[in-house]
């Protein structure tokens, strides 16, 4: 009974990561505003319009770290709830069913990829 449980647990965190991975750029663009650099004159304002530019790269990179994140749960509730339907004995299409996070991240990051980002 504990495994029925532990596989509906892990199926609905796996997919409520997987449904939360699209969200992920606008939540960060909402929180972190984008702010546009204007270069002034002298080493120092370039300096600071290199800083800016470095800091524009570092929230993709951030974004990304986010979605790997969230993948890496989706995958991890995946294998658990694989494994609790397995251990319980649950019918082909729970353990199947089971595998539908990991699935809609792979999705994604397939998306992601050819889109060109």
């Not at 790997?68 to 749960?73: I, T």
Request: hydrophobic share 60%; net charge positive; with cysteine.
């Amino acid at each position: 009974m504990w495994t029925h449980t532990l596989y509906k647990i892990s199926l609905w965190v796996g997919l409520v990561c997987a449904l939360a991975m699209p969200l992920v750029p606008f939540v960060y663009q909402w929180l972190y505003p984008p702010v546009a650099q204007k270069l002034k004159p002298g080493v120092g304002g370039l300096l600071s319009f290199a800083l800016g530019v470095l800091n524009s790269m570092s929230d993709g990179i951030m974004v990304m770290l986010w979605l790997a994140g969230l993948a890496a749960v989706a995958l991890l509730a995946s294998v658990t709830g694989f494994s609790a339907a397995w251990i319980g004995h649950e019918s082909l299409g729970a353990k199947w069913l089971s595998l539908l996070p990991v699935a809609m991240a792979a999705g994604m990051f397939g998306l992601l990829v050819a889109v060109g980002a």
